[in-house]
C-alpha cells in the first residue's frame, strides 16, 4: 500500500520559516512528480509546488521567491523550503505523488502551517 508521510508543519511568527517533508512509502517506482498542494479554511485546494523526477519545478505565483520545492529520489522525498512566510500561508499543507505506472495520484493527511503572532 502506498502511503505519503509528511512532517514539518506547526506555528510559526510572520516572516519566519519552516521547511516540510514528506517520503512516499510502499512503492518501487519513484513518482513522476511529487509536490504540495493546501489548503486555508473555507477555500478550495491549490497548489503550491510541484516537482518533477527531473528536476523541473512548479511554482504558484503567491509564493514564488519564497518558497523553494525539492525531492531527493534516491529517498522518494519531496521537501518544501518555507521563507518570509505570511498569515494567508496559512493552510493545511498536502503532500501529492503521482506514479504514471500505476496513472494514480496518491495524496498525505497533511500537515498544519500556521503563520500568526
Known amino acids: 500500500q502506498v502511503q505519503l508521510v509528511e512532517s514539518g508543519g506547526g506555528l510559526v511568527q510572520p516572516g519566519g520559516s519552516l521547511r516540510l517533508s514528506c517520503t512516499i512509502f510502499g512503492s518501487i517506482f519513484s513518482p513522476n512528480v511529487m509536490g504540495w498542494y493546501r489548503q486555508a479554511p473555507g477555500k478550495e485546494r491549490e497548489l503550491v509546488a510541484t516537482i518533477t523526477s527531473g528536476g523541473n519545478t512548479n511554482i504558484a505565483d503567491s509564493v514564488k521567491g519564497r518558497f523553494t520545492a525539492s525531492r531527493d529520489n534516491a529517498k522518494n522525498t519531496v521537501l518544501l523550503q518555507m521563507n518570509s512566510l505570511k498569515p494567508e500561508d496559512t493552510a493545511v499543507y498536502l503532500c501529492?505523488?503521482?506514479?504514471?505506472?500505476?496513472?494514480?495520484?496518491?495524496w498525505g493527511k497533511g500537515t498544519l502551517v500556521t503563520v500568526s503572532s
Open positions: 501529492y505523488g503521482r506514479i504514471a505506472i500505476y496513472d494514480m495520484d496518491y
